[in-house]
């Protein structure tokens, strides 16, 4: 008998995957909105994908072909990318397109998958993946809920501004929004760079070749097409705003980012960007499908929506995410961490912190009173009886932590197994760990 190990091989993608691939996904994403039958949006996708994505390399996908036909039978992508946690950089692998083909299934495909996508990360020094998808599933390769993704209220329709509002001809307006052209890419890159270094959030921030790509580069079928518009004075671009480029089967005009530059400009650059997302909306709408809603995906302390008009609350969901080492993890936000207790004036008296993870632990060296160096110390037996040990903290309790998605006493409070030695050490891990807003809208 044949085991199901020799009849596939796990392998990089090429470009010349790109027909059979297109075919693969369309196949297998997203069936339940096309009665069976092939997505066009998710085919243009994935040969957008292997055609001039910035963020992606065709050996960025990793293909299971069957050995016997040479055919592939399953792919997922990684999509690279950098994102900012409060000014520093962070590594990020966006999974994406994860599927099988249906008389495949059953081989633990996904798992091999998973397993050489782990292993290429951990070998490229990528400290965190990521992915949205079906509830639960990924837990089973190591992922959780690690940082949230909307919440924001839906805004109805005719909640929204008078479409004259902030457009082109209302002479009164300071603050306009208008289509983006890739003349644009510059600006927008510099107004992403400048809140990447300033803002205490977690953010993905684009340079000006991805944002011609989001401007330009998508073909018009793409499922993942979106639209861009700037927020102008005048001739200076004060902002930016994304949303979809086609009314959801709901009927609602998706948001999935919003900048202002100057915050002080908010309440003027919020009723001028929902005028426009009126207009929009309109031009969109359909006989058959009318305009219902404005759906922000942004968290629901984004400024656009704390003034902009009221809408329906919406249930916050969230990203899965791991970090196969949490001390890589830890040792890349060593300048944020160091930054966090120096402006609380905190010093660290001894020569070290030791935090297990049940499995890695880190050791966050001090000179005089201040953080250093991050690096992997011994585990222990027993890490909550250990006496060189400052706190254990489970991995996904400290992956929440470290982006920012819980504080430490949520964390205490929801794992009995996080466990501290002290007083000080809780001090100074609730300094480090403060929650932070999400305003990443993924390179995908």
């Excluded at 052209?181 to 991805?210: K, Y």
Aim: hydrophobic share 45%.
């Amino acid at each position: 008998m044949t085991r199901a190990c020799d009849r596939y091989a796990v392998r990089l993608g090429r470009a010349s995957d790109a027909t059979e691939l297109a075919r693969l996904q369309a196949a297998v994403q997203l069936q339940a909105a096309t009665g069976g039958k092939p997505h066009p949006g998710i085919a243009a996708w994935v040969d957008g994908l292997l055609a001039g994505h910035p963020s992606v390399v065709p050996d960025d996908f990793l293909v299971a072909e069957e050995v016997a036909t040479g055919r592939p039978v399953a792919s997922l992508v990684g999509l690279r990318q950098d994102w900012s946690l409060a000014g520093v950089r962070l590594p990020v692998v966006q999974v994406e397109l994860v599927g099988t083909a249906p008389e495949h299934r059953g081989n633990r495909l996904t798992d091999r998958l998973f397993a050489a996508l782990h292993e290429r990360c951990a070998a490229d020094g990528v400290p965190v993946q990521m992915i949205e998808g079906v509830p639960y599933f990924y837990r089973r390769y190591g992922y959780d809920y690690a940082f949230t993704h909307g919440g924001a209220a839906t805004v109805p329709a005719a909640a929204l501004p008078p479409s004259e509002q902030g457009g082109p001809d209302d002479a009164t307006a300071v603050l306009t929004v208008h289509p983006a052209t890739v003349a644009n890419a510059d600006a927008l890159a510099t107004i992403d760079r400048r809140l990447a270094e300033g803002e205490e959030a977690l953010v993905c921030p684009r340079d000006a070749a991805v944002w011609r790509y989001e401007i330009t580069g998508r073909g018009p079928a793409d499922f993942i097409r979106r639209s861009v518009a700037v927020l102008r004075h005048g001739d200076d671009v004060r902002g930016y705003l994304v949303h979809g480029a086609r009314l959801s089967a709901a009927g609602e005009l998706t948001v999935f980012a919003a900048t202002c530059e100057r915050p002080a400009d908010w309440p003027e650059a919020a009723a001028a960007m929902y005028a426009y997302l009126g207009r929009v909306g309109r031009r969109y709408a359909a006989a058959e499908q009318p305009f219902v809603a404005v759906r922000p995906a942004l968290d629901a302390d984004h400024p656009l929506v704390r003034v902009g008009p009221p809408g329906v609350p919406k249930r916050p969901a969230a990203w899965y995410a791991r970090t196969g080492d949490p001390v890589d993890l830890l040792a890349r936000l060593r300048p944020l961490l160091a930054r966090r207790w120096h402006a609380a004036d905190l010093r660290w008296r001894e020569p070290a912190l030791v935090i297990d993870t049940y499995g890695r632990a880190a050791r966050l060296e001090f000179t005089d009173g201040e953080l250093t160096a991050v690096t992997a110390a011994r585990v222990a037996v027993d890490p909550t009886t250990d006496p060189d040990i400052h706190a254990a903290i489970p991995p996904h309790a400290l992956l929440q932590l470290a982006l920012g998605h819980r504080s430490l006493p949520e964390v205490l409070d929801a794992w009995p197994d996080c466990i501290l030695r002290d007083r000080l050490t809780e001090r100074f891990l609730t300094v480090a760990f403060p929650r932070v807003p999400v305003r990443v809208w993924p390179r995908n």
